[in-house]
């Protein structure tokens, strides 16, 4: 059985998703940390909310019977929201690269 363009595409959808929710999570996190009390606990617990979806994403994967390809696809998606996101909010450091 093979992938379908439409099923492609529909994975790199879900991929970028995904991302979009992962780097949103993380956002937060890291807003939280200059926070005199809490901060580390709210950190600490989106980190695992991060965990739980990453590992809830591979569950759904396998549970549906993904293939590898798909997968693939979906982890470019992922890929290309977190670089499209560094490239839109990014602010560079001085002499610094946009992507680190």
């Known amino acids: 059985m093979t992938l379908s363009i439409l099923s492609l595409f529909l994975a790199a959808l879900a991929g970028g998703a995904l991302g979009a929710v992962y780097l949103c999570l993380l956002w937060v996190a890291v807003r939280s940390l200059p926070q005199d009390r809490g901060g580390v606990l709210v950190f600490i617990s ?5 965990l739980a979806l990453l ?3 591979l569950a759904a994967a ?3 019977g993904l293939r590898i390809e798909g997968i693939a696809v979906a982890v470019a998606g992922f890929i290309a929201m977190r670089l499209a996101a560094t490239r839109w909010l990014g602010t560079p450091t001085p002499g610094g690269a946009p992507w680190k």
């Open 46 to 50: 989106l980190g695992l909310a991060r």
């Open 55 to 57: 590992l809830g994403a």
């Open 62 to 64: 396998a549970a549906l």
